[in-house]
């Protein structure tokens, strides 16, 4: 999982609260990405940033909010918008546009 | 608009036997070419590239793929599978230089469940 830390790694929230998602990586790369997985449908991207102060909505961005105020940090807000919450959350950085590097995940249940 | 078809939800494959991961892929222009393996409960670990050159490319723990422009497909293969191969592979695909493909995104298959039986 290289130099990119996700906490925590289960998290567990009520129906219509608002939870915050930690990425942190030390790997110094610009790019940083937020992917959700559910079973049987692969990766899809939630929003991703190519640079601080600046970020893009991906494929399926209503519900998320994201910040990427430092290089090191692009934490992803899951809010009470988003129908379906619950999933696997992956974070990932890339230096080179190419290959990126992802962090261990988290896995988020609202009940 | 990019995509990838891993065709296969699952794969057996005995100890010591080869074995193959599907992937075909559809984007603009010349194609990256991705392949991650995920362990249970993990992220993605990267395990080769396509970029350019070479269609064989060889990358970690023995795997390696073979690009095929005129088929467009990346299919993962490995000469002797072991029991601790078995995870879910994903294959991916981003368009090359010279495409405005925003934010570089990756695209990825649904994925691919290996299972290596003794």
């Known amino acids: 999982d290289g130099g990119i830390t996700q906490s925590p790694k289960y998290l567990f929230r009520k129906e219509g609260q608002n939870v915050t998602l930690s990425c942190e990586q030390n790997?110094?790369?610009?790019?940083m990405y937020w992917y959700r997985q559910d079973p049987g449908q692969g990766l899809r991207l939630i929003y991703y940033s190519q640079i601080v102060n600046d970020f893009q909505k991906g494929d399926i961005a209503e519900g998320y909010s994201v910040s990427r105020e430092k290089k090191e940090s692009f934490p992803l807000t899951v809010t009470s918008a988003q129908k379906n919450p619950t999933a696997f959350y992956l974070c990932a950085s890339s230096i080179d546009h190419y290959e990126q590097y992802f962090g261990p995940g988290t896995r988020l249940t609202v009940t | 608009a990019q995509s990838v078809a891993q065709p296969e939800d699952q794969v057996n494959v005995a100890e010591g036997n080869p074995l193959t991961v599907k992937c075909t892929y559809s984007v603009s222009g010349n194609p990256y070419l991705f392949w991650y393996v995920q362990y249970p409960n993990r992220g993605l670990q990267f395990l080769l590239k396509y970029i350019t050159g070479d269609n064989l490319v060889k990358g970690s723990y023995g795997f390696e793929a073979e690009f095929n422009k005129s088929q467009t497909s990346f299919h993962l293969k490995k000469p002797s599978a072991l029991v601790s191969d078995s995870a879910l592979y994903f294959c991916?695909?981003?368009?090359?230089?010279?495409?405005?493909?925003?934010?570089?995104?990756?695209?990825f298959g649904g994925g691919t469940r290996v299972l290596v039986k003794p």
């Open positions: 790997l110094n790369h610009d790019a």
């Open positions: 991916a695909v981003r368009a090359g230089e010279g495409i405005k493909a925003a934010g570089n995104k990756l695209t």
